[in-house]
């Protein structure tokens, strides 16, 4: 079970203001070459260091916000959008001298056309830097965490930087950095630094393509820095994990639509801060933090998670981890999270259902043929009092473990449970399979579950039978030759 609350996070870092305008293009503009989104919705939120926070205080726990912002109306929106964020502490510094960073993003079909970016960059003043520090002295008793988010706008300088982690060290937390400068030495003493691929590979000045390139870059990154692990993003390729004195542990990313990949970066630095305040091995904190960003990255925006979202994404994460150890799972809710799984991936799932007591040819023509007809296939046999109650006394012939084990042993099949009703219409209704197969035998209206299915949109196949095979027959022969 996650739970992250009370988990108190200091967020430091770069704050802007993300506005987003959604649209369509429907022409071309007569003034010049460009096309013309006609916007349809505005929304604005918070970006940067802002938008750890903003992940944080959606998973349930607590963050305390430093950064820098101005005496202007993107600095009041930013402030609004704070006090509307329970769990969120607004301790940002106010800059008479500076204007709020913000970017605005037009959005049509999906796709960005065009962004604008309101920023100075040059260093702050010492005046402002001075009260940067003051406030993380201030604030960081009570938290179980320090992010430093670098967005290279100009707060974070090596002293405010410097100040910060040593701060952080005399309190005995865990200093996490997102770090944009190609010197990781310049965050000194961190805990962990999380580095995307190509900000580890501008760092090290060095290939990596391969993941033994990535852990030598970043164990000699690791001794610059005096840093506890690194934790390298890699996109498609999921994440790889480097830590002081350890070898190095990868996890694949997971295969969904992509549609926006904006604050995934600030995703996972804000779980892994959260996990490790709970007290979460990094490995499991890796683990945690990619199974989220496979979800934010399915959304539009500078996005966040809920902590239901989290959780249902690590469940179908270990679901699959199942898959991989083997087909046969106990429950229909580890069912469910490898399909869950499947869906993630756009695979279109199939189920059927028997008592499947002596295997035979008809068994295997037909769930190879229903397999034939979508990507994954599920299989839930009745279990033994389920087959007693349907078939009689002396059945079944094999035990439950035993059927299991055939049927999980085919190649035609992806993953097999099984069910104590006399039907599997609640087990339907958990999956929601996308085909529901069953023989031809049977007429459509006569399917368990097909009005279910076809409800979700999905369809009803049914399957020819192979002529005089059946377990029935199978048995009685069997008597008759030992009379």
């Known amino acids: 079970m996650i739970d992250f609350r009370g988990q108190r996070i200091l967020c430091l870092g770069d704050v802007m203001l993300d506005r987003f305008q959604y649209g369509r293009i429907d022409r071309i503009s007569p003034e010049a070459p460009v096309p013309v989104v006609r916007v349809v919705d505005s929304r604005a939120m918070l970006g940067g260091a802002g938008n750890v926070a903003r992940n944080i205080v959606s998973l349930g726990g607590e963050a305390v916000l430093v950064g820098l912002v101005g005496e202007d109306a993107a600095g009041r929106e930013v402030a609004s959008l704070i006090a509307a964020s329970p769990g969120l502490v607004d301790a ?26 309101e920023e100075v960059t ?12 003051a406030r993380v002295s201030e604030m960081l008793p009570g938290c179980r965490a320090l992010v430093i988010s670098d967005y290279a706008k100009g707060l974070l300088s090596a002293e405010v930087v410097g100040h910060a982690i040593a701060e952080a060290r005399k309190l005995g937390l865990p200093v996490l950095v997102d770090p944009k400068r190609d010197d990781f030495a310049f965050y000194r003493g961190a805990t962990v630094l999380t580095p995307n691929l190509r900000e580890l590979r501008a760092a090290a000045r060095r290939p990596v393509e ?43 990313a997971h295969a969904r639509e992509v549609f926006d990949v904006s604050g995934a970066g600030d995703t996972v630095i804000a779980v892994v801060a959260l996990a490790v305040a709970a007290g979460q091995a990094l490995p499991r904190a890796m683990r945690i933090a990619n ?14 998670l809920d902590i239901a979202e989290l959780a249902a994404a690590v469940e179908a994460d270990a679901g699959e981890d199942a898959e991989v150890a083997g087909k046969v799972v106990a429950s229909a809710g580890q069912a469910l ?22 295997l035979h040819r008809g068994h295997v023509t037909m769930l190879q043929a229903a397999r034939a007809k979508c990507d994954r296939l599920v299989v839930a046999l009745n279990t033994d009092e389920s087959v007693a109650r349907l078939k009689g006394p002396g059945r079944p012939v094999n035990a439950l473990e035993d059927r299991q084990a055939v049927i999980a042993a085919l190649q035609s099949v992806d993953l097999v449970l099984s069910f104590a009703e006399d039907t599997p219409l609640d087990l ?28 979700r949109g999905g369809r009803v196949a049914l399957i020819d039978l192979v002529p005089g095979r059946s377990t029935t027959n199978i048995i009685a022969r069997s008597r008759a030759m030992a009379g």
């Open 428 to 455: 339907i209704t958990r999956l929601g399979p996308d085909v529901l197969f069953k023989g031809a035998d049977y007429t459509e209206d006569q399917v368990v579950g097909g009005e279910v299915v076809r409800a």
């Open 337 to 358: 999270s490898v399909v869950e799984g499947w869906r993630r991936r756009g695979l279109e799932v199939g189920f059927t259902n028997g008592c499947f007591d002596i």
């Open 122 to 133: 040059e260093g702050v003043s010492a005046a402002d830097a001075a009260a940067a520090r």
């Open 291 to 304: 199974a989220a960003a496979g979800v934010v990255v399915g959304k539009l925006g500078t996005a966040t």
């Open 92 to 117: 940002n510094v106010r800059s008479a001298a500076r204007p709020t960073i913000a970017k605005t993003r037009i959005i049509a079909g999906h796709q960005h056309v065009v962004r604008l970016d």
């Open 210 to 252: 391969t993941d033994e390139e990535v852990a030598e870059a970043a164990r000699a990154l690791m001794l610059e820095a005096e840093a506890g692990a690194i934790l390298v993003t890699r996109s498609e390729k999921g994440m790889l994990l480097v830590e002081a004195g350890g070898g190095a542990q990868a996890v694949p």
